[in-house]
């Protein structure tokens, strides 16, 4: 892959933890504004707008500083979300090392750290992420929405699916939660049941969530698939444009079936929450996932008129 030129900064912070509106609640915790993946679909590149830059999203990155957490145990059974508007542990981490920095601070906090990557380069802090399991809760989330590598190095600029693949069985044979984050979805590209049948001897969560376009992006990916799916744009159009739901509708249902053929259970937020027998993943529903907040695995979602 070409290496593209990322314009650097340094920014001070006085904290590092942020209050999360995700719909899993906890603290979100970002070593980094900006991120050198690149993806085309990538709803954090709204960061830009608040952080005062005019570059193109995955053209920079602001490397955080903030003074040493000095009473990490206010955080114990708090949820903390390692990389919701960047990957932490994107390129650039080899040698900022801020991801293991927040990692160590929080190590005897008692928190339930969850680490969202794309990137194998977590690997590296294999001793930590050990210790980290066996005094907190701890899980390592890959998304992948595709087994097809030309797919996925149209759309971002992260590992290949291979690479992620192997470092989640290697934190999965290590005795660490991971999870296989379908997402997003494309319709009529991302084939969710070959991507189980991949993944569901190395996993114990899988996450399914749509394809939203809701951000500036909706014209750059419309026009990737008028490119290279002119047979989609129909499809795009009546989910997209005039709002139908019922391809994620038809979906869900598909994916409630692969969970029976496997023996997974099938439930729309992360609860029950825990290591699971393997081969049997269990596959969460969040579709439309802003109705999902507040609910239990009743099947009752918050959905908006
Ligand atoms: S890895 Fe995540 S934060 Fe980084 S560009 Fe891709 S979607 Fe955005």
């Not at 001070?12 to 209050?19: A, I, P, R, Y």
């Not at 949820?79 to 990957?87: A, C, E, F």
């Amino acid at each position: 892959m070409e290496e593209r030129e990322i314009k650097i900064g340094h920014v001070d912070t006085k904290s590092v933890m942020t209050k999360s509106n995700a719909p899993l609640g906890g603290y979100a915790v970002n070593p980094y504004v900006g991120c050198p993946h690149a993806c085309k679909y990538c709803y954090a590149s709204f960061m830009k707008r608040f952080t005062g830059h005019n570059e193109e999203w995955g053209t920079f990155m602001d490397v955080k500083n903030w003074p040493e957490i000095k009473n990490a145990g206010k955080y114990a059974g708090e949820k903390v979300i390692i990389g919701t508007v960047t990957d932490g542990y994107n390129p650039l981490e080899e040698t900022y090392r801020k991801t293991r920095k927040i990692l160590e601070e929080l190590k005897d906090s008692g928190a339930d750290i969850l680490i969202c990557t794309k990137s194998d380069l977590v690997l590296r802090d294999m001793d930590l992420l050990l210790e980290i399991n066996r005094k907190n809760t701890l899980t390592v989330s890959w998304s992948i929405n595709t087994l097809d590598e030309a797919f996925r190095s149209d759309m971002d600029e992260a590992v290949s699916i291979e690479r992620r693949l192997a470092a989640m069985k290697q934190v999965y044979d290590k005795g660490i939660r991971t999870v296989c984050f379908i997402s997003p979805v494309f319709p009529g590209i991302t084939d969710i049941e070959a991507i189980i049948d991949r993944v569901r001897e190395q996993c114990d969560l899988i996450w399914l969530e749509n394809l939203n376009l809701r951000g500036g992006f909706k014209k750059t990916i419309m026009d990737y698939i008028a490119q290279t799916q002119p047979d989609l744009i129909p499809l795009y159009e009546e989910i997209y444009n005039k709002k139908d739901r019922s391809y994620f509708e038809a979906l869900e249902r598909k994916a409630e079936m692969i969970a029976k053929k496997y023996g997974c259970r099938f439930v729309d937020n992360e609860t029950p929450y825990e290591r699971v027998e393997k081969g049997h993943p269990t596959i969460v529903d969040y579709f439309y996932h802003e109705e999902v907040r507040g609910t239990s695995n009743s099947g009752k979602r918050n959905k908006r008129s």
